[in-house]
């Protein structure tokens, strides 16, 4: 039972590089979402999507783009990459009844130099 | 303000040892409260959900009190595999988008 899947697990990029970070999930959940980890700052949404087909901002988008094309799959970009986009990034999956409990992918660290 | 507040610890208990972690929250439309263990370089993982009667799971034990927007975790006998960082989480019941808001959490180190 795979869960949530995030692709890759570290990258380093130079500044001004892009790249795709994937997440799938294998639960049929309906709603997706990107935070960011870092040190004494918690976890922070930068985009969600409720469904297939839709995206939105959360809580720090800039310098971020997503796409949710499959319902399984939902992508994160980085256009121009930035040393402040240095970070742990998680995915998470949530279903569209009861709990509200979030399944959480294994990370991708990225480094920005 | 941080939405959720949390000591950042590190608390360093013995085995065996009775520990209690605080957090409060800033919104009071806030619905629904958990909390999550995060180990080192892993991903969150709830570990308890937090009801307004409060609840036991084994060894840990949650409470919330609405009115001072206030959660705890206890942990009692404490184990070395007890020691990662706990996060508080909220909800707030809003129209769309399922969203928690999360502590930065609370490091919690077990000693033998």
């Known amino acids: 039972n795979a869960g949530v899947t995030q692709t890759p697990k570290f990258r380093v990029l130079k500044t001004g590089q892009s790249m795709t970070l994937l997440c799938a999930q294998d639960m049929n959940h309906e709603y997706m979402y990107w935070y960011r980890q870092d040190p004494g700052m918690g976890l922070r949404l930068i985009h969600y999507?409720?469904?297939?087909?839709?995206?939105a901002k959360g809580e720090v988008p800039d310098g971020y783009n997503v796409s949710r094309l499959k319902k399984q799959n939902f992508l994160l970009g980085l256009e121009s990459a930035a040393p402040s986009q240095t970070s742990v990034y998680f995915c998470a999956s949530s279903g569209n009844e009861g709990s509200y409990e979030q399944y959480f992918g294994p990370g991708t660290r990225l480094t920005v130099t | 303000r941080k939405e959720v507040e949390q000591d950042p610890g590190p608390f360093n208990v013995p085995e065996g040892a009775t520990v209690a972690f605080n957090c409060t929250y800033s919104n009071s439309a806030s619905q629904s409260f958990f909390w999550y263990r995060q180990d080192c370089r892993k991903e969150p993982k709830l570990l308890m959900s937090v009801y307004s009667s409060g609840n036991e799971d084994g060894r840990f034990t949650a409470q919330l009190n609405r009115a001072s927007q206030y959660i705890s975790l206890l942990i009692r006998d404490s184990k070395l595999s007890d020691s990662a960082t706990y996060l508080c989480v909220v909800n707030l019941r809003d129209t769309g988008r399922r969203a928690l808001t999360f502590g930065s959490g609370t490091r919690l180190q077990v000693q033998p």
């Open positions: 999507s409720v469904g297939e087909g839709t995206t």
